[in-house]
């Protein structure tokens, strides 16, 4: 069974930095590419940062780009996104979730595998 566990969300002051990571189990994903996404209440989940199978390439939301980081472990089945300059907009539930093929996208319905979510929340 596919399993994806999101950890490292928390509450944070505006300008400071959190770090998420995702575990996965149950299969490989070397060969696929993973993205993060978020989602606020009443809102639909939007993506947020993307990379493809091999890590190579990745693609950011404009809202977070320059202060987020997304990057990947194969060996470890690991996906992170480090935020740094969070602004109580980044307030969301953070998904990982994993594509359907090795290239990357901002649809979320080419994700066939979602985690479960972390809750971030930064105040001012």
């Known amino acids: 069974q596919v399993q994806l566990v999101e950890s490292g969300g928390g509450s944070v002051q505006a300008g400071g930095s959190l770090r998420l990571s995702c575990a996965g189990s149950?299969?490989?994903?070397?060969?696929?590419?993973m993205g993060w996404f978020r989602q606020v209440p009443g809102k639909e989940r939007v993506f947020v940062a993307a990379?493809?199978?091999?890590?190579?390439?990745?693609d950011y939301a404009d809202s977070v780009k320059g202060r987020f980081t997304i990057s990947r472990d194969n060996a470890k089945s690991t996906l992170s996104l480090q935020m740094n300059s969070l602004t109580p907009d980044d307030t969301a539930v953070y998904y990982c979730?994993?594509?359907?093929?090795?290239?990357?996208?901002?649809?979320?319905?080419?994700?066939?595998?979602w985690g479960q979510g972390t809750q971030v929340t930064v105040s001012s």
């Open positions: 979730a994993v594509h359907r093929y090795s290239l990357s996208s901002r649809n979320p319905s080419e994700y066939d595998y």
């Open positions: 149950g299969r490989t994903f070397g060969t696929n590419a």
């Open positions: 990379v493809n199978w091999s890590g190579s390439h990745t």
